[in-house]
T-cell receptor, first 113, second 116 residues
């Protein structure tokens, strides 16, 4: 059974600071996804990481994937209030009777002025 | 959420009532999924379909049924609603493995269901 763990689950930080969210998963997979969710809204795709060593950046967010360590990180640089949201990582296992995404429980991020 | 439309957006049911949630896509993808989201639990897979006429169970299938009679539609049914099914339900689609996966999964806007 695939398990996905995120930490921290709650994070309050000040604007301008840097921080990293960690996503560990239990079964080998080459595909990892990061999503953002605002209150009452759907999931917005941030990054799709499809191979070991993949690194993607968009604005103040950067995501990386280490499939050997079964670890992905989402790094926030010089945080701004607009990045306040809940961030989810998810892994999929396709094949062998399995399909679909398995999600972490999410990191609720609050960025204070 | 272009490409995936969920109806209804909100619904209140009484315990024991039935209802059907509709997910419709216009991206011609084979793969469709139903998830539920509960506070502190992330999203959990209920059922999925890998093509027209196929369905399979996910992590939390009990109390739900699904059908995929047409490629573009994936229906989620609650035959006898229970308060434990109060949740937000999301539909998702994805392309075939390969180059298309660089876009990942696309989610609908969700259905907020309350069972009283």
């Amino acid at each position: 059974e695939l398990k996905v763990e995120q930490n921290p689950l709650f994070l309050s930080m000040q604007e301008g600071k840097n921080y990293t969210i960690y996503c560990n998963y239990s079964t080998t997979s080459d595909r990892l996804y990061w999503y953002r969710q605002d209150p009452g809204k759907s999931l917005e795709s941030l990054f799709v990481l499809l191979s070991n060593g993949a690194v993607k950046q968009e604005g103040r967010l950067m995501a990386s994937l280490d499939t050997k360590a079964r670890l992905s990180t989402l790094h926030i640089t010089a945080a701004v209030h607009d990045l306040s949201a809940t961030y989810f990582c998810a892994v999929d296992l396709i094949g062998g009777g399995a399909d679909g995404l398995t999600f972490g429980k999410g990191t609720h991020l609050i960025i204070q002025p | 959420n272009a490409g995936v439309t969920q109806t209804p957006k909100f619904r209140v049911l009484k315990t024991g009532q039935s209802m059907t949630l509709l997910c419709a896509q216009d991206m011609n993808h084979e793969y469709m999924y139903w998830y539920r989201q509960d506070p502190g639990m992330g999203l959990r897979l209920i059922h999925y379909s890998v093509g027209e006429g196929t369905t399979a169970k996910g992590e939390v299938p009990d109390g739900y049924n699904v059908s995929r009679l047409k490629k573009q539609n994936f229906l989620l049914g609650l035959e006898s609603a229970a308060p434990s099914q109060t949740s937000v339900y999301f539909c998702a689609i994805r392309p075939h493995l390969g180059g298309g996966m660089r876009y990942g999964y696309t989610f609908g806007s969700g259905t907020r269901l309350t069972v009283v």
